[in-house]
């Protein structure tokens, strides 16, 4: 220790600490771990199952199972199911639907944004009357998913005829409370000296909309758009209601339709096809929320303007 | 450039609380003028009143020969600089200067040419492509101010531009401020709770309480001859003190039982008010006021002494190469530092 200085004292001893004591096992940090591995695992396994059933030919599948391994069908089943016509009139392939469920996606999010967005913005920026009120109403429409005013939303289209459209396949679930809430609570953050600057700079409100509002809460339309997309790509019900044309169909619904138009005849459901496009399905919404991740977290958390 | 003419204005919030009593009073062209008072006096919401803002109540506003009252912000040829800069934080700083410009459909190389010049002017041409968040609180101070100025606007209005600067800093800015106002010629108004500010910057003072304008004056006016206890003790640091005394007989006394000397009371008899600043007094040993010192506080420049004169608070202001006193002193004023104030208003008498 001699050779230790009065300056160097600190950092010499912190340099020293990792290496003195033999690394102890902290049972803690085992167990988390444990618990995480569990969690990660249960939510893994099926998704790796079905990737590797896809591998494998129907008849396999229906005499053994899900498969662990993987088979030598991988090329076909995904051939199959991603471009040979099939349903029951032959016009519909696994890249229709795939069009399909993007429409309904992105029509679903953007739709969302735009329309939760403008909500919110009159709400919070304008003298309304009854603003508050206005809100509320809003925020209680939370209460009433789609799935429980099916049947007169259902009545509506068709009397606007509107079904076997995109139109009616996405209009009716745009209208959105948890966009407006999220951006009425981003806009309340945003402090009343930038809007006064923006009036002194000769901004209307279009003009503030669009060159201030937007470009700040480019985060939050980040995360909106990720739990959006993901919320119309899985839509399931509505579509399966609204279209019956099959060149409309989504993935989602494509996946029963080929179980269910070949269980009609006599043939052996096409099981392998079937997880092929189980996992085509996935894999748009599981490469939105890589790549808008970082983006997604700074929307929910981020608060600094 | 252009006078501002506040006529009896008055402002009325829907919960029917009164921030400002009607006012009147005029800016002359080019000049700067704070506007003065502690929080809630009503200084902002005049000032807010001015940039169109907030809507007037009552009364009329003027800027250059123009009523304003029903004018548009943006169209009132103002500019602002606010407390926190309020500068685009999605912008970078030239964006940011040129915005309003802009909006008015000014073309594209003007816009260039007045930013560049502006940027200039502030020592912020290196800066022009970063955002507001990679600036320093003084680079943001700065283009905030480049802002308003590439609008060549009638009138400036600054709201606490300073408060959320370092001291150091604060008084760099203060200076530059203030060198730029005066080489633009651009009417100014300018909002601070900070006397300090008011009386270094102003060339005109208002200064403001409850909302109702207290004095109008040059810093000199409002320091020498202030109109009310308020304004003495508002402005200036340490404060004057301010002491209970009577008159009778052309004689002011303490109501501890001390004869003030100086006082021209013209005729006034009973109670009254004596105000004496903390520096218009210097220990000596014919004083006429007997000063018991309680507390020495060193300030480097200048020593303050805390006690009492004739039992009431006092405080003396003495050069730092005096030597501290001891317990008890005489104290002498300077010829002509004693003001009086009635006891019910504070007026000056």
Redesign the interface.
């Known amino acids: 220790m001699a050779d230790i200085t009065e300056t160097s004292t600190g950092s010499a001893t912190q340099a020293a600490a990792p290496t003195r004591p033999a690394k102890r096992i902290k049972w803690e940090a085992v167990g988390d771990h444990a618990i995480l591995i569990a969690g990660a695992l249960l939510m893994l396994v099926p998704v790796y199952m079905v990737f590797a059933t896809s591998s494998w030919d129907a008849i396999t599948i229906h005499r053994q199972g899900m498969q662990f391994g993987f088979g030598d069908q991988f090329g076909v089943n995904y051939d199959a199911a991603l471009f040979e016509y099939g349903g029951f009139t032959d016009s519909v392939n696994g890249m229709t639907m795939l069009a399909n469920s993007m429409i309904l996606g992105l029509g679903f999010a953007i739709g969302k944004i735009i329309v939760g967005m403008m909500a919110a913005y009159a709400i919070v920026y304008f003298r309304l009357k009854f603003a508050t009120l206005a809100f509320w109403m809003i925020f209680t429409t939370l209460l009433l998913p789609l799935e429980v005013r099916i049947l007169p939303s259902y009545e509506v289209i068709t009397w606007m005829n509107l079904g076997n459209t995109y139109t009616g396949l996405i209009v009716p679930l745009i209208a959105s409370a948890t966009a407006t809430f999220f951006f009425r609570q981003y806009f309340r953050s945003i402090?009343e000296?930038?809007i006064?600057?923006?009036?002194?700079?000769?901004?209307g409100p279009v003009?503030f909309f669009i060159?201030?509002l937007v470009?700040?809460s480019?985060t939050m339309i980040a995360a909106m758009f990720i739990i959006m997309f993901v919320f119309g790509w899985n839509q399931y019900l509505w579509p399966t209601l609204i279209t019956t044309d099959e060149s409309l169909f989504t993935l989602v619904r494509g996946i029963r339709q080929i179980i269910q138009s070949y269980a009609d005849g006599s043939e052996t459901p096409d099981y392998g096809q079937a997880a092929a496009l189980a996992i085509i399905a996935m894999t748009p919404p599981v490469l939105i929320v890589v790549f808008f991740q970082s983006w997604f977290v700074k929307g929910l958390t981020e608060s600094?303007? | 450039m252009a006078q501002v003419t506040l006529d009896k204005v008055r402002k009325v919030y829907p919960n029917g609380a009164e921030a400002l009593e009607p006012s009147t009073f005029t800016i002359p062209d080019g000049e700067l003028t704070v506007l003065v008072g502690p929080s809630g006096c009503g200084k902002s919401t005049m000032l807010r009143m001015v940039?169109?803002?907030e809507t007037v109540t009552e009364g009329e506003i003027s800027i250059g020969d123009r009523v304003v009252n029903d004018i548009?912000?943006?169209?009132r040829n103002?500019?602002?600089v606010?407390?926190?800069y309020?500068?685009?934080?999605?912008m970078t700083v030239e964006r940011n200067m040129g915005?309003?410009l802009k909006?008015?459909g000014l073309p594209k190389s003007e816009i260039n040419e007045r930013v560049r010049e502006a940027a200039e002017m502030l020592e912020l041409t290196e800066f022009l492509t970063r955002r507001p968040?990679q600036l320093s609180g003084g680079q943001r101070q700065r283009v905030a101010m480049g802002?308003a100025i590439v609008r060549k606007p009638d009138l400036f209005l600054f709201d606490e531009p300073l408060s959320n600067l370092d001291a150091k800093l604060r008084n760099q800015m203060r200076i530059e401020i203030r060198a730029l106002q005066r080489r633009l010629g651009t009417t100014a108004m300018y909002v601070t709770h900070d006397q300090v500010e008011a009386m270094t910057m102003a060339d005109r003072i208002i200064v403001l309480n409850t909302g109702k304008i207290e004095q109008i004056g040059t810093p000199n006016e409002i320091y020498e001859h202030p109109a009310s206890t308020f304004v003495a003790s508002f402005m200036g640091a340490p404060p004057m003190n301010l002491l209970d005394g009577e008159a009778a007989q052309g004689r002011v006394t303490l109501t501890g039982g001390q004869v003030v000397p100086e006082a021209h009371v013209n005729g006034h008899a009973g109670g009254l008010i004596v105000g004496i600043r903390p520096e218009d007094v210097q220990p000596s040993p014919e004083g006429e006021l007997g000063f018991d010192v309680d507390i020495v506080e060193e300030l480097g420049a200048q020593r303050l002494l805390h006690g009492r004169v004739a039992g009431q608070a006092f405080s003396v202001a003495v050069p730092k190469d005096k030597a501290a006193a001891a317990d008890t002193m005489r104290l002498s004023v300077k010829p002509g530092a004693v003001h009086l104030f009635d006891t019910d208003a504070g007026r000056r008498l």
């Open positions: 402090p000296e930038l006064e600057a923006a009036r002194i700079d000769g901004a003009k060159d201030i470009p700040l480019k600094d303007k | 940039a169109g803002l548009d912000p943006a169209d103002i500019a602002m606010f407390q926190n309020a500068l685009y934080p999605h915005y309003g909006n008015r968040s802002r």
